[in-house]
């Protein structure tokens, strides 16, 4: 037989004031899961069987989310925040650093593929064109 639940309209206004600017007031630079159990007193998977249960804390947490994923870009921006931390916070909003990687060497014994564009007929002289 399961607990009862701690969530009541209560708990709800309490996760909607840490979102809605509590977390600065318990010294977070940015909202978390983690500083919102800590200020409701509440385990990790009591947040995730809320957000499943609850429609309005499922909406809390995303609210949560997206002012993460805000401050913590903007806060990456203007350098006012560390560039390790963000670029983790970042990435899980879907952010990621892309690699170029120049397919060369200084030899050239490794040089860049040649491309070839063929395109549609009917151009002017009726032949496809081929480039490299």
Known sequence: MARPTKYTPKIQQAADQYVDGGFLEDGDIVPSRAGLGLSLGVSRNTLTNWEQEHPLFLSTLE???????????????????????????????????????????????????TR??????????GNAKTSS
Not at 86 to 95: E, I, R, T
Not at 116 to 125: M, P, R
């Open 63 to 113: 609210r949560l989310s997206w002012l993460q994923e805000r401050l913590s870009l903007n806060g990456g921006l203007r350098g006012d925040m560390n560039s390790t931390i963000v670029k983790l916070l970042l990435a899980n909003h879907g952010y990621s650093e892309r690699l170029a990687q120049d397919h060369t060497s200084s030899d050239g014994s490794m040089s860049a593929p």
């Open 116 to 125: 070839i564009v063929i395109e549609a007929a009917g151009n002017d002289d």
